[in-house]
C-alpha cells in the first residue's frame, strides 16, 4: 500500500477506494459534527428550554452512523463484485440506514414526550399523566419500528399486501376485544384535555351521586363521596355524563331555604324580618346587585303563605351549614315577631240530614 502512494497508483486500487471513500465519509462526519452540530448546540444553550439540546445531543450518534453508512454505499459500488452481490450489499447497507433512521425517530419521540410530558405533569395533580405517559412512548415505539419493518421488506422486495391485510383485520379484532378498555383511557384523556374536572373539584353527578375528586386515572376517576366511601368511575361513562362541578365557575353558591306562614300576615315585614335575620350569617355573602339576598313570595299554599329564602355564601362547603342556620334564625326570628308558623291543616264539613 505504501509503495502504492509512493508511485501514486494508489486510486488505482478498488479496494483502496473503497477504504479512501469510505474514510472521507468518516471525516465528513466528524467535520458536521464539530462545525454544524457544534454550531448549534452552541446556539441551543442561548434558549430558555432545553429540549433543543437535548434533540442535538440525541441525534448526534445516528447522524454520523447515517453518513458513515451513505459513505460505506457509495465506496461498494468501486468493489469489483458482480451485479448481484453489490444489490445484496445495498439491500444490507440500506436495511443499516433505515434501522439507524428507525433509532433517530424513537429517541426524538422520546424527547418530545418526556419534555411535552413534564409540562403537561407540572399543570396537573392526576396520575393520568404517569400512566399515559408511559403508554404514549410504547405506542409511539411500536408505530415507529412497524414501519421501519414494512420499509425494510420493501427494500428486501417481500410483497407486504397481504401481511397489511392482515394487520388490519387483526387491528380490527382487538379494537372490539378492547373497545371498553379504549373507550375510558380516552374517556380520560378527553376529561383531562377539558379541564372539567381535576383533584380536588366537589362535583355532583346526574345520578345523584357527589363527592371529591381524589384522582383522574387512565381508566377510572376515584371519588370520595361524603360519607367517606370511595367510588371507582370508569372514564367512559363519565366523560357521557352530566357533571356538575362546584368549584367553576368561581367558589361562591346560593343557598336556599323554604318556609311558609300563616294567612293573615304582612308579607313586607316577613320579607325585611328574614333578610335581617341571613345578614347575621357569617358565611353569608353581603347583600349586592349581582349576588342579592331575597326573600321570594311564591305562592299561596293551602295551609300557608309560601316564601323561599336566597342568599350567597363565599365557600360552596360552607352551604349546607349557612342552610341550616338560616332556616333556625328564620324560625326564631318570625317566632320572635309573633308571626306564625302553620302546620298542614283540613277543615272538614259533616251536613247533618
Sequence with gaps: MIQDI????????????????????????????????GNLRRLAKKT?????????????????????????????????????VLTNFHHIINTLMIVVVIGL?????????????????????SSLD?????????????????LGIFFILGEWNIDVTGLL??????????????????????????????KAIKVGDVVKLDDGKSGTILDVGLRSTKLRTWNNELLIIPNGKLANTTIQNYKKPDLSVRGEVNFGVEYGANTTSVK?????????IKTVIPNSTKKPIQV???NMGDSALEFKARFWVTDYSDKFSAELDATEKIYNALNKSKIGIPFPT?????KKE
Design 6 to 37: 509512493l508511485y501514486g497508483r494508489f486510486l488505482e486500487n478498488p479496494y483502496y477506494r473503497f477504504i479512501f471513500i469510505a474514510f472521507a465519509f468518516y471525516i465528513l462526519s466528524k467535520i458536521v459534527q464539530v462545525l454544524i452540530l
Design 48 to 84: 430558555k428550554n432545553t429540549i433543543d439540546d437535548t434533540l442535538i445531543d440525541s441525534t448526534r450518534k445516528p447522524l454520523i452512523k447515517f453518513l458513515v453508512l451513505m459513505g460505506i454505499k457509495i465506496a461498494v459500488n468501486v468493489l469489483p463484485f458482480s451485479e448481484t
Design 105 to 125: 425517530l424513537v429517541k426524538i419521540s422520546d424527547v418530545l414526550l418526556n419534555t411535552w410530558g413534564k409540562h403537561w405533569a407540572e399543570k396537573t395533580e
Design 130 to 146: 404517569d400512566e399515559l405517559l408511559p403508554l404514549l412512548h410504547k405506542v409511539v415505539h411500536a408505530v415507529v419500528i412497524i
Design 165 to 194: 391485510a392482515g394487520v388490519g383485520i387483526a387491528g380490527l379484532a382487538i379494537g372490539f376485544a378492547v373497545k371498553d378498555s379504549l373507550s375510558n383511557i380516552f374517556g380520560g384523556i378527553s376529561i383531562i384535555l377539558d
Design 272 to 280: 325585611k324580618i328574614v333578610k335581617d335575620a341571613i345578614k347575621t
Design 296 to 298: 321570594l313570595f311564591l
Design 346 to 350: 283540613r277543615t272538614v264539613y259533616l
